[in-house]
């Protein structure tokens, strides 16, 4: 599923940044480009970072 659309970055590709030692939406940002247009994207973003950081 496309998170950022203006990137064309899905939640896969995040998830896979978070498991490479992604840990912000700064550094996410720097990486895939995620939030750093229109914006709209940072709220699931964010979402899906804090998930896939927390190993349980
Ligand atoms: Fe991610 Fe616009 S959808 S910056």
Known sequence: MYV???????DREIRQA???GVSS???LGK?????RQCGRCACMAREILRESRTPD
Do not use: I, S, Y
């Not at 950022?4 to 899905?10: D, I, N």
């Open 25 to 27: 939406m700064r550094q």
């Open 31 to 35: 990486e895939l480009g995620v939030g």
């Open 4 to 10: 950022c659309l203006c990137f064309g970055v899905t």
């Open 18 to 20: 978070a498991d490479n």
